[in-house]
């Protein structure tokens, strides 16, 4: 029997994010009879380094400094045949920049994932990638949109392919929406997810629901104006804070319904997570977001950017029992037969074979 072949994961960092909580669960499910891995951070171990180990698999730190660094690729190239790589998979656009190049140098099979919609980049950034993207055996994007924008940039059709994220549906089991819970937000808390949108709609939901309560798990570079802008319109006890929470299946246990207010989104890992959870959702109509939620069936969908709408769906779910238990299940049944962890996974170990 032939040995097993040695994966190597390529990421920015590991802190908590949707990229860098998938990478754990891809870790958590790899075949280990037929793979071995190695995940490594270009700058620190982050959080969830540990995560990763516990899984049986090493880490490694490159400790590497911000901007442009061409150095990188040999560095990588050295620790690529040190490992014995035969895959390595980077994880968005600057490890792919750097690890594209050293896999191929090393005489691996490079497979890159971007984990978003690659829509904010700049006309040198989209020519750098499209210049890497030459070494990739496979370029892909984990939502339909998001393979549009690769092929409008440049990145060849032959080599583009989708694959919807997966969860570990036995990690959150159909519970349903709770009549007396909150709405809750999990999200990093950066400008992309637009949670300033979320806080000026609660003053109008608060209008009309009184009851209304929102819990917001995550941190992140806004956390501070985010509770800056909480406070100057006095939202009170209608919104609270959690930092961050490791234990989202038990927070979405409790919850009424879910929001994502983001200017742009992948395939959320979170809005999957809810959906498992049977909550109905409220997210924006961007990116990804409608390949998840079946506005009308599983959810709702607002436009970016806008209070008055989102508080509108908001509110109407809030007062309608019947219609979150109905999308909530239908939300169950939707992740169950398109976002399976277990199918996302042979996917992938399909492309790492050729």
């Not at 998001?146 to 092929?151: L, R, T």
Request: aromatic residues 6%; charged residues 25%; contains cysteine.
């Amino acid at each position: 029997m032939s040995r097993p072949l040695n994966v190597v994961h390529v990421t920015l960092g590991l802190e908590v994010g949707g990229q860098e909580k998938l990478l754990v669960e891809m870790a958590r499910h790899a075949d280990r009879s037929r793979f071995r891995l190695h995940v490594v951070s270009l700058t620190t171990r982050g959080s969830l380094a540990e995560d990763i180990e516990a899984c049986g698999w090493p880490v490694t730190a490159l400790e590497a400094p911000e901007g442009l660094r061409p150095g990188i690729v040999l560095r990588l190239a050295r620790l690529f045949r040190r490992l014995r790589a035969d895959v390595v998979h980077t994880h968005d656009d600057r490890p792919n920049i750097y690890g594209a190049p050293a896999g191929k140098l090393s005489g691996a099979r490079v497979i890159h994932t971007r984990h978003n919609q690659g829509t904010r980049l700049s006309a040198r950034q989209r020519w750098l990638i499209r210049l890497v993207s030459s070494f990739d055996d496979r370029f892909v994007c984990i939502s339909d949109d998001s393979a549009k924008w690769a092929i409008r940039q440049g990145i060849s059709l032959r080599k583009v392919r989708v694959q919807l994220n997966g969860i570990d549906l036995t990690r959150f089991a159909y519970s349903g929406s709770v009549p007396d819970g909150p709405a809750v937000l999990v999200a990093r808390l950066s400008p992309e997810k637009s949670i300033d949108t979320l806080l000026r709609a609660v003053p109008i939901v608060v209008a009309k629901c009184p009851d209304f309560r929102l819990e917001i798990a995550g941190d992140g570079p806004c956390n501070e104006a985010l509770h800056r802008l909480a406070s100057e319109s006095n939202l009170g006890d209608a919104v609270r804070f959690l930092g961050i929470v490791r234990d989202v299946p038990s927070l979405l246990a409790r919850a009424r319904l879910f929001i994502l207010s983001s200017l742009t989104e992948g395939i959320s890992l979170t809005l999957l997570e809810a959906s498992a959870r049977g909550l109905p959702i409220v997210a924006t109509n961007v990116g990804g977001n409608p390949e998840v939620v079946a506005d009308g069936v599983t959810g709702l969908l607002v436009p970016h950017s806008d209070p008055n709408a989102m508080a509108s769906e908001v509110i109407r779910l809030w007062h309608e029992p019947k219609l979150r238990e109905r999308m909530g299940f239908a939300g169950r049944l939707r992740v169950e037969e398109r976002f399976d962890i277990r199918g996302m996974m042979a996917a992938y170990e399909a492309m790492y074979t050729g």
